[in-house]
């Protein structure tokens, strides 16, 4: 009997050693964003990520995009892609940072992926400070700070928002469809000040760039096959965020728009409100995805209508477990008849034909 009981209690012991440490939250969202509480990050969050995309100058005058991206998944419900146990027995938190440059002038793309696989990490839940090895960002008396490198390129940069967070829909929470939703806000310009090593010099670097924050389940509705999001700044000081989830080449009416003047002030839009129409593809030598390349978009209540180019065509980030493009892009349009400029960055995923073990699941 003692041994049936020596045995019982190591199971229980075994069992509890192995449960996971963190409870995910998969009920709707439903209570508002908070700041700056909600920048730090959320381990009930199955998934979250922070965002940067922006454009700098040089003091010649060359032009930069750069992203810099950290993904942060709790792994309490995965299963290991090859042998099937719990992912959390091997790591309970997963984390993926990507970092690129669209170095315009030179016409180079370069990119580059880390993980705490075997790397140190950071996500503080009581402070805004994430990291993963040497990149890192963190939010120090109202300044952000990015710092990451790969070959050929590296940045040390502060970015002070110009602009209060913005929530992407009622309480920063925005509908996926099929009952799926997560928290989305958004720092729509941030002035860029810093350095940038490249070719072996260091450069000092200025312009402006946008930031993203979402997390929650991170769903989205059966069927749907990837999404395009644009991030556009206007010379006037207005900022338009655009989401657009695709299923079978339809978009899924919870599609939306933020807008955002340039006070500050923002309003969001329904999917009547704007038409996105793809004006050229560009073909993947490496995924065979096509993209599209070139864009006229019309936000309606702004009477505003904006041809979106890319910088160049090849700013496709091939990185496990998604492949997606992600690009600078330069803008140029009329508002109310009168002429206007801008820039902006694009996403676009699910177009790769690449296909990894586990990848391309959207859900």
């Known amino acids: 009997m003692m041994k049936k009981l020596a045995v019982l209690v190591m ?54 995009g750069f992203e810099l991206t950290f993904f942060k998944r709790v792994m309490s419900d995965d299963k290991s892609v090859i042998f099937k146990f719990p992912a959390y027995w091997i790591k309970d938190i997963g984390m993926v940072g990507h970092f690129a440059i669209t170095d315009v002038n030179g016409k180079k793309f370069k990119f ?19 990291s993963i090895g040497d990149w890192s960002v963190r939010e120090e008396d109202g300044i952000h700070k990015l710092k990451a490198n790969m070959r050929g390129y590296e940045i040390d940069l502060e970015l002070k928002p110009l602009k209060d967070p913005v929530p992407n829909g ?15 806000y958004s ?30 389940i991170m769903k989205v509705a059966p069927g749907v096959k990837g999404w395009d ?15 657009m989830i695709k299923d079978k080449n339809e978009i899924v009416k919870e599609s939306s728009c933020t807008i955002v003047n340039a006070s500050g002030e923002y309003n969001w839009l329904t999917l009547s409100d704007i038409e996105v129409k793809d004006i050229s593809t560009w073909k ?66 699910g177009y790769s034909r690449n296909k990894r073990p586990g990848t391309q699941n959207l859900e």
């Open 284 to 349: 993947s030598p490496n995924t065979g995805g096509e993209y599209p390349s070139r864009w006229e978009i019309r936000i309606k209540p702004l009477d505003l209508t904006l041809n979106v180019v890319p910088v160049m065509n090849d700013q496709e980030m091939r990185l496990p477990p998604i492949d997606y493009w992600e690009g600078a892009v330069n803008l140029k349009g009329t508002r109310e008849g009168s002429p206007v400029l801008g820039k902006g960055y694009v996403e676009l995923v």
């Open 229 to 243: 999001w644009f991030s556009l700044q206007l010379n006037d000081g207005t900022d338009i965020m655009i989401y």
């Open 170 to 184: 009622p309480g920063g929470i925005v509908a996926k469809g099929s009952g799926y939703g997560n928290y989305y």
């Open 112 to 130: 580059a992926q880390k993980t705490n696989l075997c790397s140190g990490w950071k996500a503080e839940k009581d402070r805004y400070e994430v």
């Open 11 to 64: 199971m229980a012991m075994f069992m509890a050693a192995c449960a996971p440490r963190y409870t995910i939250n998969h009920d709707y969202p439903k209570e508002p964003l908070s700041f700056p509480k909600d920048q730090a990050a959320h381990y009930d969050a199955q998934t979250e990520w922070w965002y940067y995309t922006g454009h700098f100058f040089d003091e010649d005058r060359n032009e930069y």
């Open 187 to 216: 720092i729509t310009r941030i002035e860029v000040s810093g350095t940038l090593k490249a070719g072996g010099k260091t450069l000092k670097v200025h312009g402006v760039s946008w930031m993203d924050h979402e997390y929650g």
